[in-house]
């Protein structure tokens, strides 16, 4: 396989500041964000410079509250703060002042990812304090309103345990049960594989060590398998879920007898591979996964999720849209790193972690676009970089729907094959750019999902490997597709799975949507709607509070 290096994205840049784009004033690197037409319109995005992981994702009295990695001095990953925003509806979200800043001490290099708690002492972010190449579990207590924040600067926990000899020790689940403070950290044992360590306390202040609460199986090194669970667990996140179309969920409580689910992002020697869920037994003490799932079928596109229930009892993700070209463009761009769309979680009864996009999110369609579906094989649906369509489709066996977005005009759209590498004779300006989406029938239980990335971009810095994986879906029954398009973004939903990457079209015309079919497969309905942006007009890299 040919893998560009913006393939598998390190999970620290190159980490210093060494391009002019860096020393941007604030104002400059707004601008410049402001004017990428590959930013996304409808998704969360920070005010400019460098995003990645959601943190202490919550709800309280009605506002949602997203905290994220971000590097307000540039987009690239160096000396981490945390930004914080807030939303009545999921959609719309107002700045506040960054929660976080490093700081003289116990995360002087960075304020690194970590959770929202309602401790005894009061709000607290517990987060991985980062000196050096080394992090420590970190405390920061904060007022009522949840806007600013009083790091302890000194590390809860002082060290890995002894015993172990750890891969990385960072990422925080905390919750409280049977009367005990709970929390989990991120890990991996040298040898044996990813795991999670558990450490109790009873005032939030000391932590004793309960040893490792799961650990994974590292195996053989193989990057290429999209279901090795790596050699370190990043953001690691836990909790209860009943089997059933509600998503029943409730923090960890290893007396109730429900399955458990166990987030965490696949890491291997600075490589973010992708994000898993096992589904398990948990007894209070130890988790025993059953089974291990792919969260999400577009690999480190979807990273490093955090979840939390919201005030309708809904189990909510979000992850961190890793971007897909080089990171001189991203410093050029003034902006990296977008988050996913909210997603609703459920498990089914055969204990698959399913997700699907928040119902909130169909309040942001403007324009719905006429589509008609006609017989021929292949045909324009619709045009547009900032879609949400919805398709009902029959694909029986020996065939197959494929969907280009991003696609430049037909004519040159449709050459079939047609790709980077398919006609080095053409002139290289005029060859088409399309994203290939494509569901084929497996077996009668079973479909293939692959996005198809090869002619996504003629700039040829952008990550251009495939993606693929399996959706459950029984042949004859209804096939309900989702596919929100955002500018560089691209997410699938089928049949509670998930699919998201990020492309880069080049062509002012790559705005179609063609669709194709193979066999006897059909569209049983198709819509398609504009969205609408949601990004406040006025930004700063260092928000003011509003009261
Ligand atoms: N990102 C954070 C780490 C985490 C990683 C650093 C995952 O805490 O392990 O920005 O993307």
């Keep these: 396989m040919n893998h560009t290096p913006q393939d598998r994205a390190v999970s620290i840049l190159s980490a210093e500041p060494n391009d002019s784009t860096s020393g941007l004033a604030d104002s400059a690197l ?4 402001r004017s990428d037409h590959l930013r996304p319109v409808m998704h969360f995005v920070s005010p400019a ?14 506002v949602y509250h997203l905290f994220y990695q971000y590097n307000p001095l540039g987009a690239f990953h160096h000396s981490i703060h945390w930004g914080h925003a807030v939303s009545r509806d999921l959609l719309h979200w107002e700045d506040r002042p960054i929660a976080l800043t490093p700081g003289d001490g116990a995360d002087e290099d960075g304020c690194w990812s970590g959770v929202l708690v309602d401790a005894p002492q009061g709000p607290a972010l517990v987060y991985s304090g980062r000196v050096g190449e080394h992090e420590l579990p970190c405390v920061a207590f904060g007022s009522a309103d949840l806007t600013s924040w009083e790091p ?17 020790f960072r990422d925080h689940c905390v919750w409280f049960e049977d009367g005990t403070w ?42 290429d398998n999209t279901e090795w669970t790596g050699t370190m667990w990043e953001c690691v996140d836990f909790f209860a879920m009943k089997p059933g179309a509600e998503g029943l969920t409730t923090a960890p409580d290893g007396g109730s007898g429900h399955p458990h689910v166990l987030i965490f992002s696949a890491w291997h020697e600075h490589q973010t591979l992708h994000s898993m869920a096992a589904v398990g037994t948990y007894d209070g003490r130890t988790f025993t996964p059953d089974r291990f799932q792919r969260l999400d079928l577009g690999g480190r596109h979807a990273y490093a999720p955090q979840t939390f229930i919201d005030g309708e009892g809904r189990r909510i993700l979000w992850a961190w849209m890793q971007e897909g070209r080089d990171e001189a463009s991203q410093m050029a761009a003034g902006w990296s790193g977008a988050m996913t769309l909210p997603r609703r979680l459920w498990l089914t009864q055969d204990l698959l972690l399913c997700a699907e996009p928040v119902p909130e999110l169909r309040a942001l369609r403007e324009r719905e676009l006429p589509v008609h579906v006609e017989e021929q094989p292949e045909q324009v649906l619709a045009t547009g970089t900032a879609l949400d369509m919805e398709l009902d489709l029959s694909i029986p066996n020996e065939s197959a729907i494929s969907l280009d977005v991003f696609a430049s005009a037909p004519e040159t759209a449709t050459t079939a094959g047609a790709g980077r590498d398919s006609d080095p004779g053409t002139d290289p300006d005029s060859r088409p750019e399309f994203t290939r989406i494509t569901l084929e029938r497996e077996t009668a ?5 692959s996005v198809d990335r090869s002619a996504s971009s003629l700039n040829p810095q952008c990550a251009d490997t495939a993606h693929s994986g399996s959706v459950p879906h029984r042949e004859g029954t209804d096939l309900h597709v989702r596919v929100v398009l955002d500018q560089s973004s691209l997410e699938i939903f ?6 998201t990457t990020r492309v880069y079209p080049t062509r002012p015309d790559a705005e179609h949507v063609v ?9 049983e309905t198709a819509h398609a709607w504009t969205l609408r942006p949601t990004e406040q007009s006025h930004r700063q890299m260092y928000p003011q509070s509003s009261h």
């Design 494 to 499: 089928t049949e509670g799975v998930s699919l």
């Design 30 to 33: 707004i601008e410049a964000a």
């Design 445 to 449: 239980d079973r479909l293939t999902l």
């Design 49 to 62: 410079g460098w995003l990645n992981d959601p943190n202490g994702v919550g709800w309280r009295d009605g």
């Design 182 to 223: 709970r929390q989990l950290v991120g890990s991996g044992i040298q040898g044996r594989g990813g795991c999670a360590f558990l450490y109790e306390s009873e005032d939030f202040v000391h932590w004793q060590d309960r040893g490792p609460m799961v650990v994974g199986h590292a195996g053989d090194t193989d990057l």
């Design 152 to 168: 302890q600067r000194q590390p809860i926990i002082d060290a890995p345990p002894a015993e172990y000899q750890v891969t990385a």
């Design 515 to 523: 669709l194709r079919r193979k066999g006897p497969a059909s569209v």
